[in-house]
């Protein structure tokens, strides 16, 4: 069918507003100059300072150890839920457990980082855990926000799974556990990368909760960043931005064609 | 994993949980469901409970919900001051009502702008589809900090955009965007747009080509075609993007504080400051508390609502 | 091919303009091709079609016949060629003005709207008033037989009455041409038979033209006054129903309209009243002569199972042979014979299990199996 131009000129005007800014952020990151606007010669003297700045150095550290750490909880709980509430028919709390794992997606940062920063001084008056805030109530936070998400990716793929797979193996004579190590999470298992991935990115980049729970000397990447550029912009933040763009670009990228050389099989399978 | 499951500590374990009255399938709700009890649910209580405390200088900031009195009797020391003050003080009403003003039309651009976009993908052939989706999730991958900070210096007053506007002589003096609601509101748009244009993309991509080819067939034109058969079968598509834009919105943080001015109201920023700057923890946890009665609740309720009626078709 | 004509009753020229060389056409497809990059998908088209003809492209899928209903509504432009429908050239006007409307093989009823909107949806777009709509609307659900549910979302209804909303949106404008784009293929066979039927009803009621595109042979066979058997972007042939099915014109049309026993052989001797085709299978042949052959030409015997007779006596037909009955399939009113000639060859009989209970086949016996010289169509190519 002959289509019109309206539709595909508002589409990229759409695409260059979404990246616009990351472009001027990826060439300002080069500057010579300290002012972010002007042009005034091509430099890498930002990535050097980048490089040389002891406390982004190890906030990022922290940030990559929380992440793997409350992805990996994340993962673990959210399949569960998943799991529960998508194979295991009706228990009491079904409907408080869909609650749960669904509300985090839409609650404002600021309520769940106060309630939980909240829970952490509660807790420690009555209980003496958790001393102190850290690294450790940090993961914990993570967890439960990212938890949500691992589960609704995972829920959706179990849905769309086929219950027939587990049902044969049920009749062959798998027990249950045996049944949703042998084959359920085997097949789920695309869905539990694309999970872990996103709990990763969520934590790597969250700000507002790490700011609530997290106590002195465990500063996350984006507590650092954010307290810079509340000055005002500054080059080797643009550094900072161009490497993390770059190192998603490629991952997506390299995803992409996984994706589209296996789709291209399928459909020549087929 | 049969090795597992046939070794004999995870058959004892298996065994001695059933003896207690605890099957294996309890065991596996109740893993997900105490987390969730303890670090979600639980903490909304203590929200609620501290919201009703008042500020003290001590280590925690706020008095005991409870007190032994001098007759050693229990006293509760519930006070709904901090309410009282969100009534009475115009500030908190404004930030509230600014709030959703401005995650509305921030709401409603990106509704805009993510429309043609999620319409055009569903519509490409492979692979442009799949690429274009990756660009459109790409940004979403890097940082969201990052992201709201490239705007910072697109809309200095010596910024990106105004060097364009006095280039192209469609304006004569810089235009200052940085630190007003135009910026917040643009900020909004730009960092929320993937969560727009997903379920867009998700919902069109799903409707049949042959809906359209039957409209046309009828003697509709693609505009008619549009208004009358894609746009009301998009309607679940448009409301799920919607709800992801405006909720979140709502209560940002890190857009009003970087890109917003000092009168650019949002709660989320009221919020902060009380917890960090003023470090009335009482008050903070009272904003919180009618947030989610004022906002949050009700939007999550028709979410519901929908979902609902999604079932039952 | 003529002595089956002259077998069939004469009918009123006008029932069956395409016999007649002066009928004008309603719909003239000249030369039409379609290119997707370097596929060709219809490969230059010639075909006509009369005002009221129910007219099937029958072919397998892959073979274009979609395409070139999607050519006719307008989802396709031509890469080449010209569709003329009434005198008029389509090949610029978009599918929102064509005076030709499609039955979708999926129906695309909207889903956000009720059957009687659905129905309804064509006639507001020609700018017909509401209620005059609405009572069109009703009319055609009346004919569909479902006046009583015009008020259901088309998921509230079963395939059946789906398929028929979708009969009615698309009839309702009144459309010069209608195709119909494998209209029963989503039902199940029972309703699918019964439906073929209440088709030809409705298409008989409204005499408007219908192209149907299917590949199921015998809903083509049961349904269309004409079939165009389609293979590779092209057309293969073009004939009634009975031509299609007893005068095949190659081998290719031969096997995919119905079962048949191919052999091939060369011509041997040939006579004003006989010839003979010396086969591999079956040694030499007797048949009725067939023009402009020559001598030593390779051929092909195109059998139908119903011709050939099975006998425990010897038959004195001029053309038998023994074979062992490997399988028997008793399917009702017919029995599908499988049987293996003395050369190996397996052959395929069916015959009706009435006229086999005087003398009964079972397996395992050795018959005979032979057919008349009318039986055996020579196909060339």
Redesign the interface.
Known sequence: MKRGWTLPILALLGFVFLYAPIVALVVFSFNESRLVTVWAGFSTRWYVALFNDRQILQAAWISLQVAVASATLATVFGVLAAFVLARLGRFRGRLLLTGMTTAPLVMPEVITGLSLLLLFVAMEQVLGWPGGRGMGTIIIAHTTFCLAFVAVIAQSRLRDMDESLEEAARDLGAGPVRVFFDITLPVIAPAIVAGWLLAFTLSLDDLVIASFVSGPGASTLPMVVFSKVRLGVSPDVNALATIIIAVVALSIATAGVILYRQNKRRAQGR | MTALTQSRPWRWTARGLGVLGFSGRTLVIAIPMLWLLVFFLVPFFVLGRISLAEPILARPPYSPLFDRAPDGSLEILANLDNYRLLWEDTLYRNAYLSSIRIAFVSTLFALLIGYPIAYYIARSPEPRRTILLLLVILPFWTSFLLRVYAWMGFLQREGLVNSFLLFTGIIDAPLIMMQTTFAVQVGIVYTYLPFMILPLYANLTKLDEAFFEASADLGASPLVTFLTVTLPLSVPGIIAGCMLVFIPAIGEYVIPALLGGPDTLMIGRVLWDEFFSARDWPMAAAVAIVMLFLVVAPVMWLQDWLDRRGLNR | MNQQRSATRPLAADTRPWRDPAARPFLSIRGVTKQFGLFTAVDGIDLDIFRGELFCLLGASGCGKSTLLRML?????PTAGEILLDGQDMSTV?????P???M???Y?L???MTVEKNVM??LL??GMARAAARDRAQDMLRLVKLEKFGGRKP?QLSGGQRQRVALA??LV?QPKLLLLDEPLGALDKKLREETQFELVRIQETLGTTFIVVTHDQEEAMTIATRIGVMRDGGLVQVGEPREIYEAPETRFVADFIGSVNLFEGQVDAAAPDAMRVLTRDLGPVTLRPVPGLTLGQTVWIALRPERLALSHAEPTAPNRFRALVEDVGYMGQLSIYRLRLRGGRLVQATLSSRSMEDDPISWDEEVWVSFAPTAGRVLTE
């Open positions: 509504a307008g989802f396709e432009v978009p599918p929102h003005r064509r030709t409307n499609m979708f093989q999926s695309a909207f889903p956000h949806y064509g777009r020609e998921h949106r698309a404008k």
